[in-house]
């Protein structure tokens, strides 16, 4: 039987104004404008990963976003990560811009949600939990992403998502979105039927053309199996402490050996490198899937 995928209708595509219930991770770095226009331009929703970035910065991208792309996005900020004078410019810019909607990640906090809610976007917020989903919904959220403990990159949750999922479901009355791990239809599938009304991917979309993320990273990820992550908190600089992050092994995390938790983020080494270039697959390719 031929199926009509031109478009997959749920609560959140109605909300968002997407074709597919497929959210793009806001991933600081990767989640450039490329990325974000490509996912958004394909029928899902892109978000820019805009974690204390220069309010100039996120000017720009939500322009490249928009000259590449006129479907629907929004911008990825943590208020719990962020110099409350930084997030208050971010979220300027954000309003000023009128971009469609923000996602919120990690501690719920009322006051950006209701400044985002006054001036008419739509708000998104990752928790980890079903306490942290409630206070989402309390503040005034439109969706929730329910994060598990599979995620990539810094991991709110704190149990597996199929466990998590159904448990907010059963509590929240606004659309709620499985994230962690999800990267194939069957995921999908298998979210929705779990009560979810999408999917937010992070490292499936970090490996495209249009990721941000270094080459290197790139070729990380496309030759990991599924047992080559390490979960710690040697990555906590910035953030508050005890925020656990889903890394694949490397040099930091092999050199720590078995000392992978607590690690106090102002006590931890500040050298490092930022560098990018291109490899990898198409965000269409993936859509697809
Ligand atoms: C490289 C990377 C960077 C991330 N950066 C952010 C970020 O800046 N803001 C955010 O809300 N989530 C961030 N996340 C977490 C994602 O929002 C999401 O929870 C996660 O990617 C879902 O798991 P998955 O990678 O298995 O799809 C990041 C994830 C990765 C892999």
Same mark, same amino acid.
């Given at each position: 039987m031929a199926i009509d995928m031109t478009s997959f209708a749920t609560p959140l595509t109605r909300l968002l104004g997407c074709r597919y219930p497929v959210i793009s991770a806001g991933m600081g770095g990767p989640a450039r404008a490329g990325l974000a226009a490509a996912v958004s331009h394909a029928g899902g929703f892109g978000l820019l990963g805009m974690v204390r970035e220069s309010p100039e910065l996120i000017s720009r991208e939500i322009a490249a976003v928009r000259a590449a792309t006129d479907q629907p996005f929004g911008v990825n900020l943590i @208020?719990?990560?962020?110099?409350?004078? !930084?997030?208050?410019?971010?979220?300027?810019?954000?309003?000023?811009?009128? +971009? @469609?909607?923000?996602?919120f990640f990690w501690d719920v906090?009322?006051? /950006?949600?209701?400044?985002?809610?006054?001036?008419?976007?739509?708000?998104?917020? &990752?928790?980890?939990?079903?306490? #942290?989903? =409630?206070?989402?919904? &309390?503040?005034?959220?439109?969706? +929730?992403?329910?994060? #598990?403990?599979?995620?990539? #990159?810094?991991?709110?949750?704190?149990?597996?998502? =199929?466990? !998590? =999922?159904?448990?907010? +479901?059963?509590?929240?009355?606004?659309? +709620?979105?499985?994230?962690?791990?999800?990267?194939?239809?069957?995921?999908?599938?298998a979210a929705l039927a779990l009560g979810a009304a999408g999917i937010h991917c992070g490292t499936l979309f970090l490996a495209t053309h249009e990721s941000f993320a270094h080459d290197y990273h790139k070729q990380r990820i496309l030759a990991a199996q599924a047992g080559d992550t390490v979960y710690t908190d040697l990555f906590?600089?910035?953030?508050?402490?005890?925020? @656990? /992050?889903?890394? =694949?092994?490397?040099?930091?995390?092999?050199?720590?050996?078995?000392?992978?938790?607590g690690h106090h983020p102002d006590r931890l080494p500040r050298d490092g490198f930022c560098c990018n270039k291109v490899v990898g697959y198409d965000v269409g390719d993936k859509m697809k899937d």
């Amino acid at each position: 039987m031929a199926i009509d995928m031109t478009s997959f209708a749920t609560p959140l595509t109605r909300l968002l104004g997407c074709r597919y219930p497929v959210i793009s991770a806001g991933m600081g770095g990767p989640a450039r404008a490329g990325l974000a226009a490509a996912v958004s331009h394909a029928g899902g929703f892109g978000l820019l990963g805009m974690v204390r970035e220069s309010p100039e910065l996120i000017s720009r991208e939500i322009a490249a976003v928009r000259a590449a792309t006129d479907q629907p996005f929004g911008v990825n900020l943590i @208020p719990s990560a962020t110099d409350s004078s !930084l997030l208050a410019a971010e979220l300027d810019v954000c309003l000023a811009a009128r +971009v @469609p909607a923000i996602c919120f990640f990690w501690d719920v906090v009322p006051d /950006v949600v209701a400044r985002a809610k006054d001036a008419g976007v739509l708000v998104l917020y &990752q928790v980890g939990s079903l306490e #942290g989903a =409630l206070a989402a919904e &309390q503040a005034g959220a439109d969706v +929730v992403i329910a994060q #598990g403990i599979e995620a990539g #990159g810094h991991v709110r949750g704190r149990t597996g998502i =199929l466990t !998590l =999922l159904p448990e907010i +479901v059963r509590h929240v009355r606004i659309p +709620v979105v499985a994230s962690g791990g999800f990267a194939t239809g069957a995921g999908l599938v298998a979210a929705l039927a779990l009560g979810a009304a999408g999917i937010h991917c992070g490292t499936l979309f970090l490996a495209t053309h249009e990721s941000f993320a270094h080459d290197y990273h790139k070729q990380r990820i496309l030759a990991a199996q599924a047992g080559d992550t390490v979960y710690t908190d040697l990555f906590a600089i910035n953030w508050p402490p005890h925020s @656990p /992050v889903r890394v =694949l092994a490397n040099s930091v995390t092999g050199k720590a050996g078995n000392n992978l938790f607590g690690h106090h983020p102002d006590r931890l080494p500040r050298d490092g490198f930022c560098c990018n270039k291109v490899v990898g697959y198409d965000v269409g390719d993936k859509m697809k899937d």
